[in-house]
């Protein structure tokens, strides 16, 4: 496929809802990229290995309504950036079509506490 890999590192905020929009590009052409056709899942773990730590039960959510324009969202609910307990993580985003699955995207989560209370 002819899209760029690369690291991207995420910021987040304990306690804060979380989004990230990717869109993607062929790097030949600079035409968008359908990922229709793909399945995307993405984990946040302790370390970049697959055996360390989950930080986060089921990964980021990842909505691909836009798939066809080469467009997704990562995210994650205020509850779950409230339970993380580490200030750093790493993730990557698998892209899986026709039983072959590559990480396009990977990097680490800084995970970072702000002192405004919003629950109130």
């Given amino acids: 496929m ?3 890999k690369q690291q991207y590192n995420i910021e987040l905020v304990r ?3 979380f989004t990230q929009q990717f869109s993607l590009f062929n790097k030949e052409t600079g ?3 359908n990922i229709s056709s793909y399945t995307l899942k ?3 773990r302790k370390s970049m ?3 360390s730590t989950l930080l986060v039960e089921g990964g980021f959510s990842i909505d691909d309504s836009q798939a066809a324009s080469g ?3 990562l995210s994650l609910t205020d509850t ?3 339970a993380l307990t580490d200030s750093k993580g790493y993730y990557d985003i698998v892209f899986t079509v026709g039983g072959i699955s590559e990480s396009w995207f990977w990097g680490e ?3 970072i506490d702000l002192p405004t209370d919003i629950s109130t």
Avoid: H, N, P, Y
């Fill in 31 to 33: 035409a968008t990229l």
């Fill in 109 to 111: 989560v800084t995970i």
């Fill in 80 to 82: 779950q950036t409230l």
């Fill in 49 to 51: 290995k697959i055996a």
């Fill in 71 to 73: 467009i997704f969202v």
């Fill in 15 to 17: 306690g804060r809802d």
């Fill in 42 to 44: 993405s984990e946040i």
């Fill in 2 to 4: 002819a899209v760029k």
